[in-house]
T-cell receptor, first 114, second 109 residues
Framework: EAQVTQNPRYLITVTGKKLTVTCSQN?????MSWYRQDPGLGLRQIYY???????DKGDVPEGYKVSRKEKRNFPLILESPSPNQTSLYFC?????????????FGPGTRLTVT | DAKTTQPPSMDCAEGRAANLPCNHS???????VYWYRQIHSQGPQYIIH???NNETNEMASLIITEDRKSSTLILPHATLRDTAVYYC??????????FGKGNQVVVIP
């Protein structure tokens, strides 16, 4: 089944403890992206990647890192999480960059930083 | 990306067609109209997209006016599982999807 998977689905952590949220897709998509969703602010893009080893900042990249060493994986790294990074995170992928290519989303990771 | 306007909420009857409007009066010629929905806090689900022509797939139909300033998403036979927030998005080549507040659709038995 074609899908985007994320792990973990739920995570509670403390301020400053490094964490990684994994994202994987099995559709051979070139483009992958991370979003966060907060009440009243909608979904906002954090980082995106157009292909292996090609990443760029989205609208809210501060406090996050990403890497794209393999086409299928696009982990989101929080080196020193803070409470304002408590949010619902979604990974998405599409075949390639372009307005005609739909994006498919993962199930989400709910992160709480205390 | 061009801005879209949707009603904040609407109800529709189970088994009937649900017509979800969207205004995008500032859309430019190469911008696509996309529809997604989000059920509770699940990942947004792609529904359909189009550029100029009307489109239909197994989930819905998309009707775009000739001047492209508005569109309508049609769910042909609404079910209770179609209750969700529906997002109308206009986008160009930049893959960033600008989700607004969406339209909270409630399907009523």
């Amino acid at each position: 089944e074609a899908q985007v998977t994320q792990n973990p689905r739920y995570l509670i952590t403390v301020t400053g403890k490094k964490l990684t949220v994994t994202c994987s897709q099995n559709m051979n998509h070139e483009y992958m992206s991370w979003y966060r969703q907060d009440p009243g602010l909608g979904l906002r893009q954090i980082y995106y990647s157009m292909n292996v080893e090609v990443t760029d900042k989205g609208d809210v990249p501060e406090g996050y890192k990403v890497s794209r060493k393999e086409k299928r994986n696009f982990p989101l790294i929080l080196e020193s999480p803070s409470p304002n990074q408590t949010s619902l995170y979604f990974c998405a992928s599409s075949l390639r960059l372009g307005g005609s290519y739909e994006q498919y989303f993962g199930p989400g990771t709910r992160l709480t930083v205390t | 990306d061009a801005k879209t306007t949707q009603p904040p909420s609407m109800d529709c009857a189970e088994g009937r067609a649900a017509n979800l409007p969207c205004n995008h009066s500032t859309i430019s010629g190469n911008e696509y109209v996309y529809w997604y929905r989000q059920i509770h806090s699940q990942g947004p689900q792609y529904i359909i997209h189009g550029l100029k022509n009307n489109e239909t797939n197994e989930m819905a139909s998309l009707i775009i006016t000739e001047d492209r300033k508005s569109s309508t998403l049609i769910l042909p036979h609404a079910t209770l599982r179609d209750t969700a927030v529906y997002y109308c998005i206009v986008r160009y080549g930049n893959n960033r999807l600008a989700f607004g507040k969406g339209n909270q659709v409630v399907v009523i038995p």
